[in-house]
């Protein structure tokens, strides 16, 4: 049974080989001790590099320690991340642990526990949804719901299920939705009267050591269950090592250890690669996963357990590299090798290290547009003005709606981070921030634009905000590097105000 007891004395490879800021609680140790080739994970993260995927962490676990970790700038060990898909498989964990105290079983029909939101006119269909088929995302559903369209929608999301058209038997096709996952958590909701992540806590979160974590509600009260968790990556790797480690943590059986077991194997047929609200890889392996790449993949065969953060757009672009790079660490002779391991410490300081900002450039303008506040043409945003203020190598830019004002500050020539509540949620996968950190710089890209990357290091997201000055108007773009749907928005103009 995997260790994951805190170890002083034990180190893993991470920039100067010092124990990390951020204690987690778990043991480290040197790659080549547990037989993981430190050469193969620097062409690991070479490749990555060398294919544009923004990985932005990684933790790499192996007979009971970590082994490898690396977060890139400005990530940190110690940062809350928003998970998205991910949270799914906690949501199974509540679920097996619900079942295991008696609160329901898999073949409950859905419909029972909400008698007063079942549509007079429920079809034998509807009737006839269990658990199991919410689990399995074998709804009867045609398509997918992706929680950034449920989380603009005010009214109730338990009424909204009840109205998606069933074109088949549940239990019958695989179809991954996220209203799965919130039905779950309603139904725990409905049967305990907590919230998923009240639930949790005592049972899963507290026994893992997993802290500060936060879950977001809807309007029913309910935690979405198919995302709207925000923890961190070694929350991710604990995740995973309870379930190679048949549920149990610290010798304690936190988790049952049939729901370990049934939850990441196959479920629904011989064709299916879907567990209980976990993937399920070859040769055994099993994920959580979520959009952008947020990770936990444990590979059974080779005791291993490695959990990534990313901006990526599909988790299908980096998978291959994974299996094809990293894999191979694990498969040579266990040969201790100072060496390697060394190497790899070295390259971790580099892919660790805070980029230079850019040049913050020079332009005559800015004494000009400084101060000024432009009243932005009518648009869909209901943005009303910007303003912009220099002093101290510094830029403030400010919007104001209708709801209120917010600025971001940016460095000139430097990186700044502040806290912010800029809108931007049909950029950020339906997500609205509230005092959310960000870290900015500013830049003239020339004598009339001046361009501004505005990076939220607690999720995916990094924009690119970038206003031209011609005479008294401005034109303000802004953009972000990955999202469910939009990647631009509609350019904001504006006249100055006299």
């Known amino acids: 049974m995997q260790s994951t007891s805190v170890d002083g004395g034990q180190r893993g490879i991470f920039p100067g080989g010092a124990k990390p800021v951020f204690d987690d609680g ?16 620097i062409i690991f993260l070479d490749q990555l590099e060398s294919a544009g995927l923004d990985v932005h962490s990684f933790m790499l676990h192996r007979h009971g320690k970590v ?11 110690d940062r809350l991340r928003v998970l998205h898909s991910v949270a799914k498989s906690f949501t199974a964990c509540a679920i097996g642990l619900a079942i295991d105290e ?11 526990f909400f008698p007063d939101e079942v549509p007079a006119d429920a079809s034998e269909w509807l ?11 074998r709804t009867g559903h045609a398509s997918g719901v992706s929680g950034s369209v449920w989380r603009n929608i005010a009214s109730s999301w338990t009424s909204e299920f009840f109205k998606i058209p069933l074109v088949c038997a549940p239990g019958t096709r695989y179809v991954y939705t996220s209203a799965a996952s919130y039905m779950l958590s309603a139904i725990l909701t409905k049967i305990t009267g907590q919230t998923l992540h009240a639930y949790l806590k005592p049972r ?20 979405p269950g198919g995302n709207g968790l925000t923890a961190r990556t070694a929350d991710l790797l604990k995740l995973g090592l309870l379930h190679a480690q048949g549920g149990v943590w610290n010798g304690t059986q936190v988790l049952p250890a049939r729901w370990a077991h049934d939850s990441t194997r196959a479920q629904g047929g011989p064709d299916s690669t879907y567990g209980y609200h976990w993937q399920i890889r070859p040769a055994g392996a099993y994920s959580a996963i979520g959009v952008f790449v947020q990770l936990v993949t444990v590979f059974p065969e080779h005791g291993a ?12 672009t980096l998978l291959p590299y994974v299996q094809q790079y990293l894999v191979p660490a694990f498969l040579g002779a266990p040969i201790l090798d100072a060496g390697a391991d060394g190497r790899l410490g070295q390259r971790l300081c580099v892919w660790q290290a805070e980029p230079l900002a850019p040049s913050a450039g020079y332009s005559d303008r800015q004494d000009a547009v ?8 009518p648009n869909a945003a209901g943005v009303e003005s910007i303003r912009l203020a220099f002093a101290d190598d510094e830029c403030r830019f400010r919007l104001t ?14 990186w700044i981070e502040s806290a912010t509540s800029m809108p931007g949620q049909d950029l950020h996968h339906g997500y609205t921030f509230d005092r959310e950190p960000v870290v900015a710089t500013a830049r003239w890209a020339s004598a009339n634009t001046l361009e501004m990357t505005w990076i939220f290091p607690q999720t995916a997201f990094k924009d690119t905000v970038v206003c031209i000055f011609d005479g008294d108007r401005v034109t303000v773009q802004r953009s972000v590097n990955v999202n469910s749907g939009l990647l631009h928005h509609p350019d904001l103009t504006g006249m100055v105000k006299r």
Do not use: C, H
Request: charged share 20%; net charge negative; glycine share 8%.
């Open 26 to 41: 778990l043991l480290r140790a040197a790659p080549s001790s547990v037989g993981v080739d430190s050469d193969q994970i």
């Open 67 to 77: 082994v490898a970790e690396g977060w890139r700038w400005p990530y940190r060990a």
């Open 102 to 112: 008696g609160l329901l079983s898999l073949s409950d029909q859905v419909v029972s």
């Open 127 to 137: 009737l006839a949804m269990t658990v199991r088929d919410l689990l399995t995302m």
């Open 204 to 223: 899963l979160f507290e026994p893992l050591d997993i802290r500060d974590e936060r879950w977001s509600v809807g309007p029913d009260g309910v935690n």
């Open 305 to 316: 357990t490695l959990a990534i953060t990313a901006a990526i757009d599909k988790s299908a």
């Open 370 to 377: 400084a101060g000024n506040s432009y009243a932005i043409d």
């Open 401 to 414: 709606d209708a709801n209120g004002s917010y600025e971001i500050r940016a460095g000139l020539g430097q």
